[in-house]
DNA sequence: CTGAAAGCGCTAACAG
DNA sequence: CTGTTAGCGCTTTCAG
C-alpha cells in the first residue's frame, strides 16, 4: 500500500498538494494535477478512509437502517440507494433491524455513534424523539423513506391518494361493492401507511356515494399468503360477493387473485382486483395496480443528504416534491359481472 | 461527543487504561475496569472507529459483494451475515453489483482499497484471478458463498447432491418421465450451479437406469415467470407428457405449478413438481423441495472470517464442513397417474 | 497556487 | 497491572 508521501515524492510536489489534488477541494495548477493524478495511478494509490475520516471528520459513508431484506419494497429502495452512492463515491453500510428493542437501540447507541457515517436514511422505520435528536446532536443529516418521522425530511408516496386511485379505477369500471385488503393495525411497524390507504380507499367510496362496510375489510399482513387468506374470507361469502377487491400491496393483490382462482372465480370476469407497488411479479400476474417506484426513492434520499453533506452551487432543497405514482392497468380488472 | 481523555478522567486513569478497558485487549484489574465503564456510560462515550481503525489497523467492519439484493436466496444470506456481524460488533458494508464491469472494477479498484474492510464475503461471485490476489496482498480475509472460487474457502452446498436427492425422491416416486427446469447456461454469473445440478438429475436418472432425454430439459432464469414458460412447453406436449418436473429452484418450481393449473393440470395427480430452496413461499404452495438454507450460509460465512480475523483459543477452522441441506415433502409430488 | 506543520482520537509498544 | 509516548495516514490552517 503506498502513502500519499511516496506519491508526492513521485510527483514532485508536498504531501498537501496530493491531497489537494485527488479531494478537489482547494486550488491546484493543472500542470501539479496532472502530475499527482499520473503518480497516483502508476502507484495504485488509495487514500486511506480511515486517516481521511479522522483528519477530515468526514467519511464518505453513508448508514442504511431498514426492517426487512427481503420484501420487494425494502430490497428495492437499497438498491436505488446503493447505486445512486457508488456513482458518487460513497460507501454504504447497512443495518438490518429485523429483530426487538435490543438490536435496535444497540444499533442507535453504538453503531451510529462511532462516527462511521455521515448520515443516515431510514427506511419505514418510525424513529422515536430521542434517536432523531441523538442523531442530530451529532450533526448528522437523516432522511426517512416509507414511514412519517416526525421534524424529519422524509419520501413518501401520498397514501391517501394512491389508495384513492385505485379505488376510483373500480368505481369507475362500474364496481360498487369493493373489498379492501388492508394492514393489520395492531402489527405494523408502520401503522400510518395501511391506515392511510384505508382513508384512501374510504373517501373515494364516499365521494361516489357508495357507503362504506366494515365487513368488506379483511386484515393482512402484505404477504402472498395473507392475501390469499384474507382473500378467501371476502370472496367465499354465500351472498353479496364484492365484485372488486383492492389490496394495499401487490403481494396480497396476487394472493388474492390465486384465492380467487381456487374458489373458481375467474378473474377480472368475476372479480376483478388492484394492488399498490407494481411489484416484479405484477406484471406476470396480469395485476392491475398502482406503481410507486421504491428505486427512485432510495435515489432520492441519497440526492437530499448530497445537498446537506456537499451543498452544490445549484443550491436548493428541492423541498417536498411530491413522490410519483401511477396508475398501471392489466388484465386483472374490468367491468362488473352483469 | 466525549472523548477517551474525558473518560480517563473522569475514571482516575490513563487514556490506555480507557483503551484496553473497553476493547478487551490486555489486562486490566477488574476495579478500574468498572471505573472506566461507569465513566464511559455516564458520558455517554463510544470510541470513534476511524481513530481506533487508524491506529490499530483493524475497522472492525466486513464488505459484501453481492450481485442481486432482491432475490430471496441471497437476501437471505445477507440477512444471516448481518445478524451474525451485529452480534460481534461489527458493521457491515454493502456492495451490489448489479451492473456490469464497470462497476465492478470500481469496487474492486477503490472501494474494498480504502481500507475500509476488515475482510470480504463474495457471494455467488465468480472473482477473478487477479481479484483475488489483489485481496491477499492487502491481507483482507475472503470467503465466498455459493459460487466456487478458486484458490478461496467457499460455501456453497453439494448441488449435484441435492439435485440428486430431488430426482431421487421422484424415481422412488415412481416417476420415470421426469423433465428437468435449468438455468440457461449462456447467461448465468454462476454457471457451475445450474450446470451441477443437471449433473444430479442426470446422475440419478442413470443410476435408476432411465435414459437421459434431451427434450426433457428446458432452460429458464431462475424465476417464477421463466419456470412458468418453461413449463408451459415441457407439459404442452400432446403426447408423452412428462409425470414430473424437477426445478433448479423454487421460483422456477412455483411457475411450473402455476403453469400446470393453466393448461388444466391436477399438481401434484397429473404432475409431480419439486423445487430446491425452500422458498418463502414453498409452504404456501405445497412445494416439495430440497431445502438449503442461506441465513445460515450468511453466518457460518461470518464465523469463518472471525477465526481468521481473531483467532479464538477454540482454535481450528471447521474445514471444509459440509453444507446441510434436506428434502421437505409437501403436497406437490405424489405417484404418477396410473 | 503551494509547502510546513499541527493535529484528528485512539492504540500499542515500552517501561515501570 | 498501569502510565507515557510515539505514531497510524491524512487534511487543513497558516504563511508565503
Redesign the interface.
Given at each position: 500500500?503506498a502513502g500519499i508521501e511516496e506519491v508526492a515524492q513521485l510527483a514532485g510536489v508536498s504531501t498537501a498538494t496530493v491531497s489537494r489534488a485527488l479531494s478537489g477541494r482547494g486550488h491546484v495548477s493543472a500542470s501539479s494535477k496532472s502530475k499527482v493524478l499520473e503518480a497516483a495511478a502508476q502507484l495504485g494509490y488509495?487514500?486511506?478512509?480511515?486517516?481521511s475520516?479522522?483528519a477530515s471528520g468526514r467519511?464518505r459513508?453513508i448508514g442504511v437502517v431498514i426492517p426487512f431484506?427481503?420484501r420487494?419494497f425494502f430490497?428495492?429502495v437499497?438498491?436505488g440507494a446503493?447505486?445512486a452512492l457508488?456513482r458518487r463515491?460513497y460507501?454504504?453500510?447497512?443495518?438490518?433491524l429485523?429483530?426487538d428493542g435490543g438490536?435496535r437501540s444497540?444499533?442507535f447507541?453504538?453503531?451510529l455513534?462511532?462516527?462511521?457515517v455521515d448520515a443516515v436514511i431510514a427506511v419505514s422505520l418510525e424513529l422515536t424523539e430521542p434517536e432523531v435528536t441523538r442523531l442530530h446532536e451529532?450533526g448528522k443529516p437523516l432522511v426517512g423513506v416509507g414511514g412519517p418521522i416526525s421534524g424529519v425530511r422524509t419520501l413518501t408516496i401520498d397514501d391517501v391518494a394512491v389508495a384513492r386511485l385505485a379505488t376510483e379505477h373500480l368505481l369507475a369500471l362500474g364496481h360498487r361493492r369493493i373489498a379492501h385488503i388492508g394492514g393489520d393495525v395492531e402489527n405494523d411497524l408502520d401503522f400510518h401507511l395501511p391506515t392511510n390507504r384505508r382513508h384512501g380507499y374510504e373517501y373515494a367510496l364516499r365521494d361516489a356515494g357508495v357507503e362504506v362496510d366494515p365487513r368488506q375489510f379483511a386484515p393482512a399482513d402484505f404477504t402472498?399468503?395473507g392475501g390469499?387468506h384474507a382473500a378467501k374470507q371476502l370472496l367465499g361469502v354465500p351472498h353479496d360477493r364484492p365484485t372488486a377487491i383492492f389490496a394495499a400491496s401487490d403481494e396480497m393483490a396476487i394472493g388474492s387473485i390465486l384465492a380467487a382462482?381456487e374458489l373458481g372465480l375467474v378473474v377480472p370476469r368475476d372479480v376483478s382486483i388492484i394492488g399498490i407497488d407494481d411489484h416484479?411479479?405484477a406484471d406476470?400476474f396480469g395485476l392491475s395496480t398502482v406503481a410507486q417506484f421504491p428505486r427512485l426513492q432510495g435515489e432520492k434520499a441519497v440526492e437530499i443528504l448530497m445537498e446537506q453533506l456537499e451543498p452544490g452551487p445549484d443550491a436548493a432543497v428541492p423541498a417536498a416534491t411530491p413522490l410519483p405514482f401511477e396508475l398501471r392497468v392489466r388484465s386483472s380488472t374490468a367491468t362488473p359481472p352483469a
Open positions: 500500500m488509495v487514500v486511506s478512509s480511515n486517516a475520516s479522522l467519511t459513508n431484506l427481503n420487494w430490497s428495492s437499497l438498491e446503493q447505486g457508488l463515491g460507501d454504504l453500510t447497512l443495518y438490518n429485523s429483530g438490536e444497540s444499533v447507541e453504538h453503531f455513534l462511532r462516527q462511521r451529532l402472498i399468503r390469499f382462482r416484479d411479479l406476470f
